[in-house]
């Protein structure tokens, strides 16, 4: 069976795996020296971080591994320096690495703070003036850096993932962003009932726009498009740029004759809008609407959505198709029976 692991997945298995194949000898070398309490405490390490890795490579979630890793990390540093003296001390670095890495940049400044706290007092009083005064500048300075280096690469990150997954023109999620939104509704519905609605539209006669006016304008009226969806859909509610001129819409906790009642003011909505960028002509646009069903696929409903859309446009544009509904849905904004 193919499995794939995403990258961070795979970082998680790396650490966890390394910090336990690091942690062996030192199990077997306590245990010869018979220093009971320290071959407990990396016994126990050992058994967490590969409990953590069996953990991840079955389910590849790693929330819970960064918390466990996390505070392995701080519990082992806290008992050995307890247990051993100051000259364990050392292992205070990578130990702020781990928590940094691990947790968001915040929530590790708080975590770790609280165990350089908890460290100093330990080593306080038996370390000579200026070895403490060392230990005090470096622990800082390397909690510092770790955390600015943590805000960065957060930011850094969230630049990134709104780039992936924003579409630049029209500002809404992009396909990526649908299809990984599809995939939490996928997943959601297997643990609770939630209804969804998928709305696909379809600007009528785009291609005449672009033909008369250009691209460059075309591209202005798909913004503006864009623009009216936003405005018209409730904030529970997310919309997409399918491809060229085809926009997708999720409602989320929605009966299909409700969100029939949706669609119907999205056309409403945009048929009355201003479209200067083409001499305030009329625009209007076509949908189809389904209904998520227990027993299909994610698949399954979009294609009935994208197949009430076609049928929309068949019966003559300006409407929205309920998908296996004998109705249809039809300006000016009245039930009509097909």
């Given at each position: 069976m193919k499995t794939?692991?995403?990258?961070?997945?795979?970082?998680?298995?790396?650490?966890?795996?390394?910090?336990?194949?690091?942690?062996?000898?030192?199990?077997?070398?306590?245990l010869m020296q018979q220093d009971y309490p320290i071959a407990l405490l990396n016994i126990t390490a050992t058994l967490v971080t590969l409990t953590v890795f069996v953990q991840v490579f079955l389910t590849k979630k790693t929330s819970f591994a960064r918390w466990m890793l996390s505070v392995l990390s701080a519990m082992t540093l806290l008992g050995t320096i307890y247990l051993k003296g100051a000259d364990q001390l050392f292992w205070a670095?990578?130990?702020?690495?781990?928590?940094?890495?691990?947790?968001?940049?915040?929530?590790?400044?708080?975590?770790?703070?609280?165990?350089?706290?908890?460290?100093i007092v330990f080593v306080y009083s038996v370390l000579a003036p200026i070895h403490l005064s060392t230990a005090i500048a470096t622990l800082i300075l390397t909690y510092a850096f770790a955390y600015a280096f943590s805000v960065k690469m957060q930011r850094k990150n969230h630049q990134l993932r709104n780039s992936a997954f924003?579409?630049?023109?029209?500002s809404l999620g992009n396909r990526r962003a649908l299809d990984e939104r599809l995939q939490v509704i996928e997943e959601t519905r297997k643990k609770q009932p939630i209804e969804y609605c998928l709305?696909?539209?379809?600007i009528d006669f785009f291609k005449s726009i672009n033909d008369e006016f250009g691209?460059?304008?075309?591209?202005?009226?798909?913004?503006?498009?864009?623009?009216?969806?936003?405005?018209?859909?409730?904030?529970?509610?997310?919309?997409f740029r399918y491809g060229g001129e085809e926009f997708v819409i999720i409602l989320e906790k929605t009966e299909l004759l409700n969100g029939v009642?949706?669609?119907?003011n999205l056309l409403k909505d945009i048929e009355a809008s201003n479209w200067p960028h083409i001499n305030d002509k009329v625009i209007t646009a076509s949908g189809g609407i389904a209904q998520l069903n227990e027993s299909e696929t994610i698949a399954q409903w979009i294609a009935r959505a994208d197949k009430a859309l076609y049928q929309a446009k068949d019966c003559g544009r300006n409407n929205v198709i309920a998908a296996q509904c004998n109705f249809k849905i039809q300006n000016p904004f009245k039930i009509v029976s097909s």
């Open positions: 794939n692991y995403s990258f961070d997945t795979l970082i998680i298995l790396l650490i966890s795996g390394t910090i336990s194949a690091c942690l062996i000898p030192f199990c077997i070398l306590r670095y990578p130990t702020l690495a781990t928590i940094f890495y691990m947790l968001s940049a915040h929530i590790a400044a708080l975590v770790a703070g609280i165990i350089l706290a908890v460290v924003t579409d630049s023109l029209t709305l696909v539209i379809d691209h460059v304008t075309g591209d202005q009226v798909l913004s503006a498009f864009a623009n009216v969806l936003k405005l018209g859909i409730r904030g529970k509610d997310e919309a009642t949706i669609s119907q």
